[in-house]
């Protein structure tokens, strides 16, 4: 039988919450929601499907010293850092020849690490039944989330007919993948209830990956082969990716492979599930005042409802007759920006990457 | 010739401009306007009218520290911290007992350490004016300010006819002093002339003061009394003042003597005037970006308008997508409020006082 692996894929640029997260400390490496680390909470969630030995985390270098330090337990071989982003088609790519290194035949998922899902035990089925699945048929099979509203912040799965049942979760053929909607089309979406929200979570053998490469991406795959070679030779990884991973495509997985697939299947989640995609988001992880604010550390809203106040250490933090912000002080900077603009936060990162000395608060 | 003093009552509770004026370090020891707290350019602007040696500062128990440090050309001795504070009529007849011993028939000045005036020359005439006033007859000469607009902050002074002139500046009898006006009669007042406002600068010689003290204010008076002995007999004034102080009534000068006395005068201002009462004020002194924005240290305004951000030290304070907000970080506390309801400070502060631990924010 072919064995499991999980591969979380842990990147992110540490923007939408800023000044809490930075570039080397994105949302996975904050409590944004919990008590751990969002990376630490995904570890946590997926220790009992696989061996710890058979975990990956791959991440980018900037970030791997904290990703080391959030994962004491991961053996030291199983983080792998990539010296520059190239987007998630060339990480799947280095996924399954890490994997293939330890088992030809093995069937591995590819999972986020930085997503808020509070039932572990309906997860935990829904990757079984996926795992199942793949290792059933040559199939890529994916998580996809079920709609609880119009989002326009999420790429969507159609799912065509059922194809089979795994742990007694039906699976569907799928029929397409589709860009970020519009809200009218998202409402569509919503009403037909064929859709579900495409987060990212992947299960495949890695005959099925390197096949869907080979077919679909072949630069890519010819790209990688110095990587597999370093593995089965093995042959340290880090000094191989830094001479590779800049030539390779910067591409999604999404759109090299699963779009140009015909044997993509989707199971739709039967777990909760939140990505926590920017600072309004983490009101709803929060209990709230009668007023509807939500804050954390020494926090004062005088006067103030639905604002989000969020203050480090023994800084007192006071909001005064104010709705709707948000308002998070760190030790060396602070952000004040009403629940409405949170996406604005990406012009300013551009003006601090502009100022003298701008780095340090990046 | 009568010797002439300046006395200047720095008191205050630092609550309007929290979290930068805190209960030991208000307005005046702040540089709220200016490179220099404000009692510095305040001793900075008189020190052409009277020498140092004649140059009084009374302060409260809590401030007197850091009073003495921002005025380190003071004689010790004429720094005065009062143990309780007891409005300004016992301030006022304190600084009478003062400048009484070292000269019977002195003339004082007493001003407030807290405003901002950028024309020193025109008020430095217009204090001479005063004392020459004073100095001529037994006068309780006031400086009235010039209304620029119908407030409703302050109290008003109303003049009469025509009295005399100093130095070229027209003095007038006073008819009455009003409290704070609602806007309808703030904007007659503006129509009609005859209306200046109390700044609280009064000029007067020592036998005036004492004798409306007697008169309008004999407990007051009386209570005074070993104050006037301690000094007298040239003993310790810290001892006296801790005996004496709690047992003083508290009570305004305006109410406990201007109000009463018929030999009250006016003299209308030439110069600039701002008490700058709180947040939203200090944006008339600074210099303003192209969308009404006044920043001060490390901040960055993104797609905002009008608003007021303040940060301490090497801390990035960041704005974006919002208006008319006062934004303040100090390296303890951060205050969010906006400028329509900056009065609410004051609730906070008492929720702060309510904190365990929170007298250390105050």
Redesign the interface.
Same mark, same amino acid.
């Given at each position: 039988m072919a064995q499991h692996f999980i591969v979380i894929i842990a990147g992110g640029k540490g923007e939408r919450f800023w000044?809490q997260s930075r570039a080397k400390r994105p949302k996975h490496l904050l409590p944004i929601v919990g008590e751990t680390p969002m990376l630490a909470q995904t570890l946590d969630r997926v220790r009992s499907i696989v061996p710890t030995k058979n975990t990956f985390v791959i991440t980018s270098a900037v970030q791997e010293k904290a990703v080391r330090e959030v994962c004491p337990k991961l053996p030291r071989e199983n983080i792998i850092a990539e010296p520059v982003g190239r987007d998630t088609a060339p990480a799947v790519g280095l996924a399954a020849a890490i994997v293939g290194a330890r088992d030809p035949e093995g069937v591995f998922a590819v999972l986020p690490a930085d997503h808020v899902i509070h039932d572990a035990d309906s997860y935990q089925r829904d990757l079984k039944a996926a795992f199942a699945a793949a290792e059933a048929e040559p199939v890529m099979a994916t998580i996809g989330i079920e709609m609880t509203e119009p989002a326009t912040g999420f790429g969507y799965i159609q799912r065509g007919e059922k194809w089979k049942s795994f742990e007694r979760r039906p699976v569907y053929r799928v029929k397409r993948f589709v860009e970020k909607p519009t809200l009218e089309v998202a409402q569509r979406y919503l009403e037909s209830g064929d859709y579900v929200w495409n987060a990212g979570m992947f299960v495949w053998s890695v005959p099925v990956v390197e096949a869907a490469l080979e077919k679909h991406a072949p630069e890519l795959d010819a790209g990688l082969q110095p990587i597999r070679e370093a593995l089965a030779k093995r042959r340290p990884l880090p000094a191989v990716l830094k001479k590779v991973y800049p030539t390779l495509t910067k591409i999604s997985v999404d759109y090299a492979l699963l779009e140009k697939s015909d044997n993509v299947v989707v199971l739709p989640s039967s777990f909760d599930w939140d990505d926590v995609g920017a600072w309004p988001a983490v009101a709803r992880h929060f209990p709230k005042d009668t007023s509807g604010n939500v804050s954390r550390g020494l926090a004062?809203i005088?006067?103030g409802a639905n604002n989000i106040v969020y203050?480090d250490g023994?800084?007192?933090?006071?909001?005064?007759?104010?709705d709707n912000?948000i %308002?998070v002080?760190t030790?060396?900077?602070?952000? %004040?920006?009403?629940k409405?603009?949170a996406q604005?936060?990406k012009?300013?990162l551009k003006?601090?990457e502009a100022?003298k000395g701008g780095a340090q608060?990046l």
């Open positions: 000044p004062l005088e006067d203050s023994k800084h007192l933090t006071a909001v005064v007759g104010a912000l %308002v002080h030790p060396d900077a602070t952000l %004040v920006v009403p409405s603009k604005e936060i012009q300013l003006r601090i100022l608060w």
